[in-house]
């Protein structure tokens, strides 16, 4: 499975501290993460380091290759592949998994400007963050220059993740499955992704919710079990089974109140968090008609425009005809049918080469 994001200056000097971290730095795990600080020791980066600092190390790069970089602050001037290991590799290929991976991205986007390629071993899924700067061609002026509307579209999100599964599935000798339901179309965006597992997240949490509540319900039967006091002050009716029974269920009622509690905060939470993506993923769509819509109409009335110098053009022919003498106007006629007949005779030897 693979993602592909970007991100302006700001937001990728931080997510490179993040990706980069070492076992000192005892980095925090965000919403979507669970970092086990025991292991950031295991991560590596397959990409050369930097020099100075990231925008310094961009403007470097850009001067060099004579790319242009454009002084804005809404620029996005990283690029992010997530690339997660599928399950069908076993642990002794991860290494040549993540190398093949960095070999294909480095390949295709250019290594002069890869920026990191992280290899993640202290979260649940190993991964890489293949982080580079989106260079593409500006046809309109002929130069390269830096913008990721120009090289992470969505025909780009398709076509590198169906490619890079070709080429790992022929280095490995099977399917490796990097084309899952989510991605193997090739059309669904980061928030769209997001608000799908945050809904199984719910699911899940609702899931085991029902069963904890269930299961208080059954302790509180057993907490119904009638005993009656003997003058010793102690009970009788009541096995000694019942009674270990109800020591534990006395101990573990408070303690599954609170883990229902959490996990009603938690369900809410992540009810707020898929809304969020759901609302994201919608005004991306909208946002896509309302482009397309715009484009439209542009082409209309470009065309409306042509039609009414065509129009301006025929009256314009018209009105000097008429000023024009008879003997002028016969001349004129004369070269039309001949500009057409030629025209007639060109088609014709198009498609019969033997006509003269």
Same mark, same amino acid.
């Given at each position: 499975?693979?993602?592909?994001?970007?991100?302006?200056?700001?937001? +990728?000097?931080?997510?490179?501290?993040?990706?980069?971290?070492?076992?000192?730095?005892?980095?925090?795990?965000?919403?979507?993460?669970?970092?086990?600080?025991?292991?950031?020791?295991?991560?590596?980066?397959?990409?050369?380091?930097?020099?100075?600092?990231?925008?310094?190390?961009?403007?470097? $790069?850009?001067?060099?290759?004579?790319?242009?970089?454009?002084?804005?602050?809404?620029?996005?001037?990283?690029?992010?592949? $997530?690339?997660?290991?599928?399950?069908?590799?076993?642990?002794?290929?991860?290494?040549?998994?993540?190398?093949?991976?960095?070999?294909?991205?480095?390949?295709?986007?250019?290594?002069?400007?890869?920026?990191?390629?992280?290899?993640?071993?202290?979260?649940?899924?190993?991964?890489?963050?293949?982080?580079?700067?989106?260079?593409?061609?500006?046809?309109?002026?002929?130069?390269?220059?830096?913008?990721?509307?120009?090289?992470?579209?969505?025909?780009?999100?398709?076509?590198?993740?169906?490619?890079?599964?070709?080429?790992?599935?022929?280095?490995?000798?099977?399917?490796?499955?990097?084309?899952?339901?989510?991605?193997?179309?090739?059309?669904?965006?980061?928030?769209?992704?997001?608000?799908?597992?945050?809904?199984?997240?719910?699911?899940?949490?609702?899931?085991?919710?029902?069963?904890?509540?269930?299961?208080?319900?059954?302790?509180?039967? $057993?907490?119904?079990?009638?005993?009656?006091?003997?003058?010793?002050?102690?009970?009788?009716?009541?096995?000694?089974?019942?009674?270990? =029974?109800?020591?534990?269920?006395?101990?573990? $009622?408070?303690? +599954?109140?609170?883990?229902? !509690?959490?996990?009603?905060?938690?369900?809410?939470?992540?009810?707020?968090?898929?809304?969020?993506?759901?609302?994201?993923?919608?005004?991306?769509?909208?946002?896509?008609?309302?482009?397309?819509?715009?484009?439209?109409?542009?082409?209309? =009335?470009?065309?409306?425009?042509? !039609?009414?110098?065509?129009?301006?053009?025929? =009256?314009?022919?018209?009105?000097?005809? %008429?000023?024009?003498?008879? =003997?002028? %106007?016969?001349?004129?006629?004369?070269?039309?049918?001949?500009?057409?007949?030629?025209?007639?005779?060109?088609?014709?030897?198009?498609?019969?080469?033997?006509?003269?």
């Amino acid at each position: 499975m693979a993602h592909l994001t970007s991100f302006k200056a700001n937001g +990728a000097v931080g997510v490179l501290r993040h990706d980069e971290r070492k076992e000192s730095d005892n980095v925090q795990s965000r919403k979507n993460e669970c970092i086990d600080n025991s292991r950031t020791h295991l991560n590596y980066n397959l990409a050369p380091p930097r020099k100075g600092t990231l925008m310094e190390h961009i403007r470097r $790069v850009c001067d060099d290759n004579n790319v242009r970089l454009n002084n804005r602050k809404d620029l996005n001037v990283m690029s992010s592949w $997530v690339v997660t290991v599928p399950k069908t590799v076993p642990s002794q290929q991860y290494q040549l998994f993540f190398q093949r991976c960095y070999d294909f991205l480095k390949k295709r986007y250019g290594e002069k400007y890869v920026l990191s390629a992280t290899v993640h071993m202290d979260e649940t899924t190993p991964h890489m963050h293949y982080s580079f700067i989106p260079v593409g061609l500006d046809t309109k002026n002929n130069r390269l220059t830096v913008s990721s509307k120009l090289v992470a579209t969505r025909t780009e999100l398709r076509n590198c993740q169906q490619e890079l599964s070709n080429s790992l599935d022929k280095e490995f000798g099977y399917n490796l499955g990097i084309l899952n339901e989510a991605t193997k179309d090739g059309n669904k965006t980061i928030q769209e992704l997001k608000y799908k597992t945050t809904v199984e997240k719910i699911e899940k949490a609702e899931h085991k919710l029902e069963n904890l509540q269930g299961r208080i319900l059954k302790q509180e039967e $057993v907490n119904a079990i009638k005993g009656k006091k003997t003058l010793t002050g102690g009970l009788k009716d009541v096995t000694y089974n019942e009674y270990l =029974s109800l020591k534990k269920t006395a101990q573990s $009622v408070n303690k +599954a109140k609170k883990t229902v !509690k959490n996990l009603k905060a938690e369900v809410e939470e992540l009810k707020k968090e898929r809304n969020f993506y759901k609302n994201k993923a919608e005004s991306i769509d909208l946002q896509t008609q309302i482009n397309h819509t715009n484009e439209i109409n542009a082409i209309k =009335s470009k065309l409306e425009k042509e !039609k009414q110098l065509h129009e301006l053009d025929r =009256s314009f022919v018209k009105a000097i005809l %008429r000023e024009m003498p008879q =003997s002028a %106007r016969d001349e004129f006629k004369l070269a039309q049918d001949n500009i057409k007949a030629r025209g007639k005779q060109k088609e014709k030897r198009k498609h019969n080469p033997l006509i003269r």
